[in-house]
């Protein structure tokens, strides 16, 4: 089964400043799709970015956007002029593009906090 | 549009109790999900359904069924609840379609918090 590995269990980062999430992953197929998932006090889980793997090009979506380095198996989050609205436990996930239904898993989140 | 919506939002058990959970989209989505939440482990897949009328064991199954109502619901139920099972519990829809290059995105619910005593 893959693994996704998030190091860092907790950051911080300064309101309006830029702080970088680390994710990991171990696999062995060419073709796959990443997100990261914002969970906050509310326990909601909410898609904050996604990436297909056979895209070079990082996924942005306004503050938020990713460094995907395939061969790296690396895929960071990267959230710029960081608000206080951002604090939350933020999950690595990953699916395979073989559709079959239990084909996601998570890594073990890292918990942001955000200093105003 | 509601999304996905879960209940009940909490839930206290005694041990041997039994319960369940529901859950509704109104996406018209093909797959739903239920996962537990545990400290430290990220999210784990219990069952899905990957279209209306079958069911899956995900990672951890032990301990619980789940039903496929219709393509709008799915119940997970503990039949016979254990303190093990004390956890955040979340369900997640997708289209489920498969086609090429679907990214298939998953959508949560805001989950119940169990407490298995």
């Known amino acids: 089964a893959q693994t996704v590995t998030q190091s860092q269990p907790e950051m911080s980062v300064q309101e309006a400043e830029t702080v970088t999430l680390s994710c990991t992953y171990d696999?062995?197929?060419?073709?796959?799709?990443l997100f990261w998932y914002k969970q906050p006090p509310s326990r909601q889980m909410i898609l904050v970015i996604r990436?297909?793997?056979?895209?070079?090009q990082n996924a942005t979506e306004n503050r938020f956007s990713v460094n995907f380095q395939k061969a790296a198996k690396s895929f960071s989050l990267k959230i710029s002029d960081s608000q206080l609205g951002d604090a939350a436990m933020y999950f690595c996930?990953?699916?395979?593009?073989?559709?079959?239904?239990?084909?996601?898993?998570f890594g073990t989140g890292t918990s942001l906090t955000v200093i105003p | 549009n509601a999304g996905v919506t879960q209940t009940p939002k909490f839930q206290v058990l005694k041990t041997g109790q039994s319960m369940t959970l529901q859950c509704a989209q109104d996406?018209?989505?093909?797959?739903m999900y239920w996962y537990r939440q545990d400290p430290g482990m990220g999210l784990r897949l219990i069952y899905y359904?990957?279209?209306?009328?079958?069911?899956d064991k995900g990672e951890v199954p032990n301990g619980y069924n789940v039903s496929r109502l219709n393509k709008r619901e799915f119940s997970l139920r503990l039949e016979s609840a254990a303190p093990s099972q004390t956890s955040v519990y979340f369900c997640?829809?997708?289209?489920?379609?498969?086609?090429?290059?679907?990214?298939?995105?998953?959508?949560f619910g805001p989950g119940t918090r169990l407490t298995v005593l």
């Open positions: 996930a990953y699916r395979s593009s073989e559709y079959t239904g239990n084909q996601f898993y």
């Open positions: 359904s990957a279209s209306e009328g079958t069911t």
């Open positions: 990436q297909e793997a056979y895209k070079q």
């Open positions: 997640a829809s997708s289209e489920g379609v498969v086609r090429t290059r679907s990214t298939d995105t998953q959508y």
């Open positions: 696999t062995s197929e060419s073709d796959y799709y």
């Open positions: 996406m018209n989505h093909n797959s």
